[in-house]
Nanobody, 126 residues
Framework: QVPVVESGGGLVQPGGSLRLSCVAS????????TGWFRRAPGKEREFVAA?????????DYADSVKGRFTISRDNAKNTAYLQMSSLKPEDTAVYYC??????????????????WGQGTQVTVSS
């Protein structure tokens, strides 16, 4: 098991920004890929962004967040980040971080990720 804990969610006005953090325990974090997913009320959990292992030189984003969200990682802190800007009401959701043990790929399907956090709520509203 790889314990995963998200933080940084909250209430923000449309057009605002938030940065989510994902801390994964263990000494091999740098060998894992990391992804962010979200689930809006009444909808299925959907892919948001992902980053591959080590230097994180490959990323992928859902079309709905391209140009607004940025995923990154700091292996020294065992932490991945999701910087969210120009937030819209439709970004309101519970955001989940997930770990992919096959770190060299950039995964985007839920079944490619083995370890999940409990989620952090993001609400975009005026």
């Amino acid at each position: 098991q790889v314990p995963v804990v998200e933080s940084g969610g909250g209430l923000v006005q449309p057009g605002g920004s938030l940065r989510l953090s994902c801390v994964a325990s263990g000494r091999t974090f740098s060998n894992y890929g990391t992804g962010w997913f979200r689930r809006a009320p009444g909808k299925e959990r959907e892919f948001v962004a992902a980053i591959n292992w080590r230097s994180g030189d490959s990323t992928d984003y859902a079309d709905s967040v391209k140009g607004r969200f940025t995923i990154s990682r700091d292996n020294a802190k065992n932490t991945a980040y999701l910087q969210m800007s120009s937030l819209k009401p439709e970004d309101t959701a519970v955001y989940y971080c997930a770990i992919d043990r096959i770190g060299q790929r950039v995964a985007s399907s839920r079944n490619q990720f083995e370890h999940w956090g409990q989620g952090t709520q993001v609400t975009v509203s005026s």
